[in-house]
Every structure is written in C-alpha cells, then in structure tokens.
Nanobody, 124 residues
Framework: QVQLVESGGGLVQAGGSRRVSCRAS????????VGWFRQAPGQEREFVAA????????IYAASVEGRFTVSRDNAKNTVFLQMNSLKPEDTAVYYC?????????????????WGQGTQVTVSS
C-alpha cells in the first residue's frame, strides 16, 4: 500500500506560479511512477503530467507543456508539480497518483493509488 498526500494548493493570480507536492508513505516510493491529474467543477478528470520512477523521463498534457514541470525527490518520498504562467482554466483539484506500471503512464485507470487532492484556484 502507498498513501499519497498532496499539499501546496491555494489561490494564485493569473500569470503567477505555484508548486504543489505529493508526499508518499508506505511502500518504497521509488518503485512507483507518478502522475498528476486534475478535475475542474463539472468536468472529467484529465491527465496533466507523469514521471517515471527514476525521474529520468516525463510527459505532459499539451495544455500545460512548457508551463508545468514535474520532478521527484525519492529520498524525500515526494513528487512536485511546478506550475508557471498559470491561467484561470488551470483552476481545478489536483491529484497525484502512483503506479508500478513501467514507463510513463497517462491513463488514470492504470494508477493504483490516489491522493485526496489539493485545490488550485487561478484568479483572472
């Protein structure tokens, strides 16, 4: 079992930056690839970014490419999502998820563990 807890959400102005974190406990975190997803009110959950267990490879949704950066510190059991140039349409609850599947995982159903989410609100 892996427990995931997100933090760092809040209110930020458009054009600003925010870093959200996902801290893991339980089994060896470095065994897991991690993804970030988000869900806005009335919308389906969507993929944002993913990182391999080693941190050597990442992938991003087209809507955040060039603005968001995912990274991890396995020594601290933590994955980060740095969000720059935020837009009002980035407003959502952001979730991290973990999977033992190999490589970069985009599909939500392939993730085994999920955090409770952290709200990010971008004001215009």
């Amino acid at each position: 079992q892996v427990q995931l807890v997100e933090s760092g959400g809040g209110l930020v102005q458009a054009g600003g930056s925010r870093r959200v974190s996902c801290r893991a406990s339980g089994r060896t975190f470095s065994d897991y690839a991690v993804g970030w997803f988000r869900q806005a009110p009335g919308q389906e959950r969507e993929f944002v970014a993913a990182i391999t267990w080693s941190g050597d490879d990442t992938i991003y949704a087209a809507s955040v490419e060039g603005r968001f950066t995912v990274s991890r510190d396995n020594a601290k059991n933590t994955v980060f999502l740095q969000m720059n140039s935020l837009k009002p349409e980035d407003t959502a609850v952001y979730y991290c998820a973990a999977t033992q599947a190999a490589g970069l995982v985009v599909a939500g159903p392939r993730y085994d563990y999920w955090g409770q989410g952290t709200q990010v609100t971008v004001s215009s």
